[in-house]
């Protein structure tokens, strides 16, 4: 059998990319992924794909709550930088990124989001390298209504979501194709 490549993972890219939030006690912090699924309607459960050593999952372990974050391409890069500072080197992650945090229920959510997810840790299942965190949805906002449609979701030219395809690279969503 071949070797896996170290870029295997790019072939399931682009994929939208969020900031995630969360807070314990006094401290707070942010970080990009796009690793991020819904993975059951009822009941409402995502899974987060985070590294195991990201100061952001240290607090979301210690809280056991945390938020996903939409924003569009005019943050593309505060986005880019969420990603790329970590919580440990900065006391005010969010601050030092650009963005603001505002506590909502049991979570921090982005100001100037246009929707969040507030999850509670259902499951935690240790995968290698990462852990994939299974949340229960316990609140679903959408501040921006007129980018999306309830049957399709985002509205492709007025929703402009960064998809991250590799290292710098983002690409935007664009056209609305309807199978047969």
């Known amino acids: 059998m071949e070797e896996t490549p170290s870029?295997?993972?790019?072939?399931?890219?682009?994929?939208?990319?969020?900031i995630i939030a969360a807070a314990h006690e006094d401290k707070r912090s942010i970080?990009?992924?796009s690793w991020v699924m819904p993975v059951s309607e009822e009941p409402p459960r995502l899974a987060l794909a985070i590294e195991t050593e990201s100061y952001t999952y240290r607090l979301i372990r210690e809280s056991g709550y945390f938020s996903i974050n939409i924003l569009f391409a005019d943050q593309l890069d505060k986005i880019w930088r969420a990603g790329t500072i970590s919580g440990y080197d900065v006391e005010?992650?969010?601050?030092?990124?650009?963005?603001?945090l505002v506590m909502s229920d049991h979570a921090p959510i982005v100001r100037g989001?246009?929707?969040?997810?507030?999850?509670?840790?259902w499951k935690t299942i240790s995968i290698g390298d990462t852990d994939l965190v299974i949340g229960d949805v316990?609140?679903?906002?959408?501040?921006?209504?007129?980018?999306?449609?309830?049957?399709?979701?985002?509205?492709?030219?007025?929703?402009?979501?960064?998809?991250?395809?590799?290292?710098?690279?983002?690409?935007?969503?664009?056209?609305?194709?309807?199978?047969?």
């Open 138 to 180: 316990l609140k679903a906002e959408l501040f921006r209504e007129d980018t999306f449609d309830k049957r399709y979701g985002w509205r492709p030219g007025k929703a402009p979501i960064p998809m991250h395809l590799a290292a710098k690279g983002f690409v935007l969503p664009g056209k609305l194709i309807i199978a047969k």
């Open 92 to 100: 005010d992650k969010p601050s030092a990124v650009g963005l603001d």
């Open 7 to 18: 870029w295997w993972y790019k072939l399931l890219h682009p994929r939208p990319t969020y």
């Open 113 to 121: 989001a246009v929707a969040s997810i507030i999850s509670r840790v």
């Open 31 to 33: 970080m990009a992924a």
